[in-house]
Each structure stands twice: as structure tokens, then as C-alpha cells.
């Protein structure tokens, strides 16, 4: 596998090169963002919501916020944190400090993640330019050369042209399929995000108001 890497390089010329580089930076972001998206900043948003409103309906605050020190890492328990932690102020107060949790979690969700479509129109353009490339040594070996050199060059051309193309197309196609599946997963935890903060924002807000139901939800006023 090796050593057809290399000969596809050498044969490809020196735009392959951009192609290779375009590659292992798509590898080395989509990797690193389904690390952090799948295993880092992602729970279980369901599970995890039932359990703080136990805790909320209980009246246990200090430990909710106890079971979102639990998961440092993750999104949603940080959002929700910022929440509990302002349980006894006004609602005011308690939904512009989640506002800022979530404004500081959601650029870190989708942070390095619009650098993958354009690694892969970088790897396309390489390659076309590396097709270019082909092709000029190719119409310039049967312009300018021996009919000796000529079937030589004009092979060598066509050559660095279809290497330069596929090699292009090899890398940028897994990379979409990458960033469709990151983004993907990204907007799930964001959209947990938006529903599970908007859900402990009015949990606090019936407590606070003493409208709380024992289903969780808040009565009439």
C-alpha cells in the first residue's frame, strides 16, 4: 500500500503534493471532531434531563449541580449548570446566564468543522490543476517532440492527469462524507442543547414561583 502511495506521488507530480496534505489535515480534523462530538462533549441528553429534574422537583439543586460536575467535558451539563447555579434569582437572571452558556459551548462544537468542505475543494482544485498540468505535457509532446519521445511523453502526461484527478476525487469524497456525518452529530447535541436548557429554564422558574407539578411541568398561574 505503501509503495503505491509513493508511485502514485511520483507519477502524479508535484500537485500531489497539495493533494496529500489536504488529506492528512482531513483526516487529522474530522478525526479529532468525532472524538470530541461522540465522546467528549455528548451524553445522553434524556437520560441526563430526567435525572436533574428529579433532583430539581426535589429540591436537591445542590445535587444537580453535583451530577453536572460529574461530566466536566460534556455540553449539556455545562449549559445546564450555568442555570442551577442562578436557581434563586430572578428568571431573568437565570435565562441570560444559560444564553451565555450556551453562546460559549456552541462555537466550541463547531469549532475546525467548516475546514473539511474546504479541504475538499482544495483536494478537487489540486487535482484539476494537476490534470492541467497533464495535459500540457501531454499536447506538448505531440507538438514539439521526436516521434520516438513522443508516445513517451504523451503517456507520461496522460498519466499525471488521471493520477492527479482521482487522487483529488479519493480524498474529497470521504472528506464530505466526514463532514456530513460531524455536522450531523453536531446538530444533535446542539439541538438538545436548545431543548433541554429551554426545559430546565422553566423547571426553575415554576420553582421559584412555587407553580412546580409534580409531572415537572408548571401549573397555570
Known sequence: ?????????????????????????????????????????????????????????????????KLCNNEPNAALPFVLKAGLMRANRSEAEIQNAVDEAVLEVFPQLNKRTPFLPMLANVATLTGLLGTIQGLIIAFEAVASVSAEAKSQLL??????????????????????????????????????????????????????????KEDGSAASA
Open 1 to 65: 500500500m505503501i509503495d503505491f502511495l509513493v508511485d502514485a506521488i511520483d507519477k502524479g507530480g508535484p500537485f500531489m503534493w497539495g493533494i496529500v496534505i489536504a488529506a492528512v489535515f482531513a483526516m487529522a480534523i474530522g478525526c479529532e471532531r468525532l472524538y470530541y462530538i461522540l465522546f467528549r462533549a455528548n451524553i445522553n441528553g434524556t437520560a441526563f434531563m430526567a435525572q436533574v429534574q428529579k433532583l430539581i422537583m426535589a429540591n436537591n439543586l445542590d445535587r444537580a449541580i
Open 155 to 212: 503517456a507520461a502526461g496522460i498519466s499525471r492527469a488521471m493520477y492527479t484527478t482521482a487522487s483529488g476525487l479519493v480524498v474529497a469524497i470521504p472528506t464530505l462524507v466526514l463532514h456530513a456525518v460531524v455536522a450531523a452529530r453536531t446538530t444533535k447535541v446542539m439541538d438538545e442543547i436548545d431543548q433541554y436548557a429551554l426545559k430546565c429554564v422553566n423547571l426553575l422558574g415554576a420553582r421559584r414561583r412555587g407553580t412546580l
